[in-house]
Nanobody
Framework: QVQLVESGGGLVQPGGSLRLHCAAS????????MGWYRQAPGKQRELVAA???????NYADAVKGRFTISRDNAKNAVYLQMNSLKPEDTAVYYC???????????????WGQGTQVTVSS
């Protein structure tokens, strides 16, 4: 089994910063892309940022220049540094990982349980 666990969410004032952390654990053979999505109330889940194992990044236009994604391949971990936060960044943030499990030998996308980020004064 594979689990993704996020941490680092919370309440922050506009203009503030937060750092999200996600760690994948379990029967992992290899990890391809890892990324972050978010879902605000009444809206669809959307991509925030993604990072391939080769280092290619992809950011949503709304967060370019403010958010930075990084990963530690040895730890199967991905991070999201969020600066200059705005009220419209308020959402539940989900981590995902495209990986091959060593128990099923299949390539699957796994999701974390989500962490709440609230930007408000």
């Amino acid at each position: 089994q594979v689990q993704l666990v996020e941490s680092g969410g919370g309440l922050v004032q506009p203009g503030g910063s937060l750092r999200l952390h996600c760690a994948a654990s379990g029967s992992i053979f290899s990890t391809n892309a890892m990324g972050w999505y978010r879902q605000a109330p009444g809206k669809q889940r959307e991509l925030v940022a993604a990072l391939t194992s080769g280092g290619t990044t992809n950011y949503a236009d709304a967060v370019k220049g403010r958010f930075t994604i990084s990963r530690d391949n040895a730890k199967n971990a991905v991070y999201l540094q969020m600066n200059s936060l705005k009220p419209e960044d308020t959402a539940v943030y989900y981590c995902n990982a495209d990986l091959v499990s060593s128990s099923s030998w299949s390539r699957t996308v796994y999701w974390g349980q989500g962490t709440q980020v609230t930007v408000s004064s």
